[in-house]
């Protein structure tokens, strides 16, 4: 078996983060998504929303962060594992965007939480 760093084990944590993101979540991947879900209408207290729901396994697979998360780390870890030259240059770039997207989330909600202070102070 293959030793692997700390510093390569980070960088597969935060290039699955990424890849598990960029499959669950982001807008440039809802092609992959769409014949794999329905949207539905549902009633809240606010309104009506609506909802994407999964049409089959494979939907919920590609709805569910905690699945997708799993899927990514074994291709991740698997290509590394096995194609370790290929597989480094993939990691390293989903793992700067994986650090970086963490620390936008960070500052952006830093900075909701300023504008949000500083407009009570306003009020008082």
């Known amino acids: 078996m293959r030793e692997i760093s700390w510093m390569t084990y980070i960088m597969l944590i935060l290039a699955s983060y990424r890849l598990t993101h960029l499959i669950v ?3 440039i991947t809802e092609f992959i998504r769409r014949p794999f879900v329905k949207k539905v209408k549902v009633e809240t207290q606010d309104g009506t929303e609506t909802k994407e729901v999964p049409t089959s396994m494979f939907g919920y697979l590609l709805k569910c962060y905690w699945c997708a998360g799993v899927w990514s780390a074994i291709l991740l870890g698997g290509a590394y594992l096995l194609f370790p ?9 989903f793992s700067i965007a994986g ?26």
Do not use: C
């Open 25 to 27: 979540f982001d807008k």
């Open 85 to 93: 030259r290929v597989a480094f240059v993939v990691i390293l770039i």
């Open 99 to 124: 650090g970086q997207s963490i620390i936008e989330t960070f500052v952006g909600v830093n900075i909701k939480k300023v504008d949000y202070y500083s407009n009570l102070k306003k009020k008082d």
